[in-house]
């Protein structure tokens, strides 16, 4: 499964990169906000620092389908053409995506909160559907088992649409789908640090470290 980072902070994106296995970084519009600087200096920093080949996933927020394919042709042109537009899930998005699709760009499908949603989707060839775990949990459904009866879906109907999951608040909702086996998922920097926080693992090491310096002397390690 494939592990994205959903934030746009280059600096935090660069301190991710710089320790764990990432494979490429989601925004929206949310997100964007929150850097409070000029969306294409933002996306255009990211772009530089995981290459042309990195993925990258970025929002259109036109509200009628021509609008979003001229958009993506936009973000496209400045991003690279590689670059994953998301296009929301609703009715003037399917238009947008099935055009877009035929012109042969990469869409992620968003705003997705239903199978019959990531079904729509599918059928218009987009290359990624992306369910919101926590935001569905929060209108009192099943997040964790809405994108495995998307899975499902797509697996039975042999789409080769795959899931990038998103919207996850803690580390146990993303656990659940790795061991299901979605395409990919994107983790806000707090729950992709949590998935390595863990107080035992620290102090077991701890504990090793200092047997080991007992034994050779201080700041002494098997370099010797
Ligand atoms: C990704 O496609 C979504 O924009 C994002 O992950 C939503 O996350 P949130 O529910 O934490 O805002």
Redesign the pocket.
């Known amino acids: 499964m494939k592990l994205l980072i959903?934030d746009a902070h280059i600096e935090e994106i660069r301190s991710l990169y710089a320790y764990y296995p990432v494979d490429g970084v989601?925004t929206?519009p949310?997100?964007l906000s929150k850097c409070g600087k000029d969306p294409y200096i933002v996306l255009q920093e990211i772009r530089d620092f995981i290459g042309a080949e990195g993925e990258l996933?970025v929002?259109a927020v036109s509200r009628i389908a021509e609008d979003m394919v001229e958009e993506a042709h936009h973000i496209t042109s400045i991003l690279g053409k590689n670059t994953c537009v998301?296009i929301p899930s609703v009715k003037e998005g399917y238009k947008a995506m099935q055009i877009l699709k035929k012109e042969g760009y990469r869409i992620?499908a968003?705003?997705i909160y239903s199978p019959a949603q990531a079904f729509l989707a599918a059928k218009c060839g987009v290359d990624y559907v992306?369910p919101?775990v926590?935001?569905i949990d929060n209108l009192g459904y099943d997040g964790i088992a809405t994108v495995k009866e998307i899975q499902d879906m797509l697996t039975a109907n042999h789409f080769e649409t795959g899931i990038?999951a998103?919207?996850?608040?803690n580390t146990r909702q993303v656990m659940s789908l790795v061991t299901y086996g979605i395409t990919a998922a994107?983790l806000?920097p707090d729950v992709f640090k949590a998935m390595n926080n863990n107080q035992s693992v620290e102090s077991a090491v701890e504990a090793f470290i200092s047997d080991f310096e007992s034994l050779r002397g201080k700041g002494k390690t098997m370099l010797y």
């Open positions: 959903d989601t929206n949310t997100i996933h929002q998301k992620t968003t705003a992306a919101y926590n935001r990038l998103a919207s996850f608040k994107t806000s």
